[in-house]
């Protein structure tokens, strides 16, 4: 256990830390300046996870951040502004955050659910979403996003079927093992920077063979190619949870997001809506990857040498266009499937406040030029 929080920024970094990354990679450290200024210093996993997709995901990740310190901000009396430096690598986005108090603002109600957000990938009740909840969902997100539900039967049967054929090229895919193989934290029930495997949804027998493939691609290609690999994992981690579950949805922006504050905004607004799912007691679980591909394919960039799997990723992404329409694919920022179910038993936790905050600047080099957010 760390120290209790003291100052100001110590107490908003304390519960702002509770906020999504994928992978639980946490791409994000903090400088504090003064009392009343603290930096955010982000970076991307472009470079080593097929995953990031130009950082979009980062920058999705550290918009959901800036939202929790502005939410934990407010609740002690101090809200935030934030200023991203324009002059700051597109691989490193840095915020200034700057406190200013203010003793009649209203705390966001939101505050409680920061800490207690989490995944659940195992399945969910297929009980429908009230009109009042997903009232309370779209209103989280705001006016310059829609929600896209996609329910009933039929839906959960699409939509599970994308995401189980979306799994085929996942795991099949060389590149992207180095992340698969690094990101799941063994014989755990928490972790504090990893994804502990007993929340990763597989049965136990699955699991451990699962850890046996890990050690090289070498086994998880053996597997794939002459046991079926691929099989017992898709439709535990996709099939069965896309069919049991409320709904799947897709947050869709008013327009293709392009640049940089783009993702930030989106982020921000996509944790508002998970956050307010939290607080409506539903459970949630990203799906990601069909927007991911969907969009090396879209913008032509290369994923893998592999040229059957580009052959395999372009049909997917005609059924993801199929899914959610095609008008709205190349705007939607976030997937996902919500219902009613219980907590995830196993969840990853956070790196500790003081392991988040830098002792020097030597690492990041401060900008003049500055944009409010």
Request: proline share 5%.
């Amino acid at each position: 256990m760390g120290k209790e929080p003291q100052t100001l920024i110590e107490k908003i970094l304390e519960n702002a830390r509770w906020a999504p990354s994928g992978d639980n990679m946490q791409t994000w450290r903090f400088e504090i300046i003064d009392a009343s200024h603290f930096v955010v210093h982000g970076y991307d996993t472009r470079d080593h996870c097929v995953y990031d997709l130009q950082g979009h995901a980062s920058q999705l990740a550290i918009g959901a951040l800036l939202e929790s310190i502005a939410i934990a901000a407010r609740e002690f009396g101090h809200p935030a502004e934030f200023r991203l430096r324009v002059d700051t690598s597109e691989t490193k986005p840095t915020v200034d955050v700057l406190l200013t108090e203010n003793i009649d603002i209203a705390p966001d109600p939101l505050f409680a659910c920061l800490p207690i957000r989490s995944v659940q990938r195992r399945v969910l009740k297929t009980t429908a979403l009230t009109p009042e909840q997903k009232t309370a969902l779209q209103q989280a997100v705001g006016d310059f996003y829609t929600v896209k539900w996609i329910e009933g039967f039929k839906g959960r049967w699409q939509a599970a079927r994308l995401m189980y054929k979306n799994a085929k090229l996942r795991l099949t895919l060389p590149e992207a093992f180095p992340t698969h193989s690094t990101v799941i934290e063994w014989d755990a029930r928490f972790s504090d920077d990893k994804i502990p495997d007993q929340a990763v949804g597989l049965d136990p027998i699955a699991t451990k063979l699962m850890k046996w493939a890990m050690k090289s691609w070498g086994r998880v290609s053996f597997l794939n190619t002459y046991c079926f690999g691929t099989l017992l994992p898709r439709i535990e981690l996709d099939l069965l949870p896309g069919i049991c579950c409320a709904a799947h949805f897709a947050i869709i922006a008013r327009h293709e997001p392009e640049t940089m504050q783009d993702f930030l905004n989106a982020g921000r607004a996509l944790q508002r809506f998970w956050l307010t799912a939290t607080q409506l007691g539903l459970q949630m679980q990203p799906e990601m990857t069909p927007l991911i591909f969907y969009g090396y394919i879209q913008n032509q960039v290369a994923f893998t040498r592999q040229s059957t799997l580009v052959v395999y990723a372009k049909k997917l992404a005609h059924l993801l266009d199929s899914l959610v329409g095609a008008e709205n694919t190349a705007m939607a920022v976030f997937m996902g499937r919500i219902g009613q179910g219980q907590k995830a038993a196993s969840r990853s936790h956070r790196l500790g406040r003081d392991q988040l905050i830098i002792k020097s600047r030597e690492e990041y080099k401060a900008g003049e030029n500055i944009s409010t957010l």
